[in-house]
């Protein structure tokens, strides 16, 4: 393990994530979020598919055994990305970035739920602290005495994060399961291109016929998609998850930055406080996945004979 590497890596990915962001953000008044999904999923399988090349992984990288469990990965994450997209168009991009912390929250939940495995009274109040952090965020959105479009814009847009967190959490679950039988490489490649027919499906909807800018910023986004998921397999090859996981914070950093320069975005004081709250909340939950799988280690350790 390379740790300073893996951390890069991480770093990297986060900022190349929050970028792509930002780009659907600049389309998203004009831009259906279906038309979105396709142009960010199907220009990333090039990106992908070269760099399984450049590794020699391509002929082996993308086999599958259960084609199924793929097309449900798919549906779950495509979900998660579309509606988060929606939510860019009406929220700040610190908010969707913040409120998007739920998503390992619910993932504890979820694992609970429908995986089996024990959830101890840290973990559970760690999820408490985190979820009362992201209502911070929420509640001067939620407003729903407020008629003004603008306020009710918002209302739409922190509901629609909320969703995107909830398909994300599933997303993630299932591809805890994938991971037992099912190769990385694989479970990238056939992410995108099941949400690139997704996102083609939304066609007779309403796409629009992109402005020479708006094409070239959806082309890029897609490219950045494909860059950031290179970056983020990088990072845990070279690093263990539980090193470079606290780092999925410092998104926070480059979407008040980007918000402020590039949006003219002011993060709310509620935005600040809820998310310094939802990120103390999961940097938690990690110390003690942490320490929990250093326990496991030593206890399998202990069971191994010796000699």
């Known amino acids: 393990m390379e740790p300073v590497k893996g951390i890069t890596f991480k770093i990297a990915a986060v900022m190349v994530f929050i970028c792509m962001s930002s780009l659907i953000k600049a389309t998203a008044p004009e831009v259906p979020p279906g038309e979105a999904v396709f142009f960010r999923s199907f220009f990333a399988i090039p990106v992908i598919l070269g760099w399984l090349w450049w590794r020699g992984d391509l002929a082996t990288g993308l086999r599958v055994k259960s084609p ?56 559970l109040g760690s999820v408490a602290l985190g979820l009362t952090g992201v209502l911070i965020i929420l509640a001067p959105k939620l407003s729903l005495l407020e008629n003004d479009m603008v306020s009710r814009g918002e209302a739409l847009g922190a509901i629609l994060v909320l969703i995107a967190a909830v398909f994300a959490a599933l997303a993630g679950i299932h591809v805890r399961q994938m991971v037992k039988t099912e190769q990385t490489s694989a479970i990238v490649f056939y992410f995108s291109a099941t949400a690139s027919l997704l996102g083609l499906c939304t066609l007779p909807f309403g796409w629009v016929v992109p402005s020479v800018e708006q094409a070239a910023f959806l082309v890029s986004a897609g490219l ?33 930055l980007i918000g402020f320069f590039v949006f003219d975005e002011v993060p709310t004081f509620q935005t600040l406080m809820g998310g310094s709250i939802v990120i103390l909340a999961g940097v938690m939950i990690i110390l003690r996945e942490h320490s929990l799988g250093l326990k496991r280690g030593k206890a399998r350790q202990g069971m191994t004979p010796q000699g």
């Open 68 to 123: 199924m469990a793929h097309f449900w990965r798919g549906l779950v994450g495509t979900s998660a990305m579309g509606f988060g997209f929606a939510a860019l168009g009406f929220l700040p991009l610190p908010d969707v970035t913040a409120i998007g912390y739920a998503t390992p929250m619910l993932v504890v939940i979820f694992a609970a739920m429908f995986l089996g495995e024990e959830v101890r009274a840290f973990r």
């Open 224 to 256: 950045l998609g494909g860059l950031g998921q290179i970056f983020l397999t990088s990072a845990y090859r070279y690093a263990d998850a539980s090193v470079v996981a606290p780092f999925d914070y410092t998104s926070m950093i480059f979407a008040v």
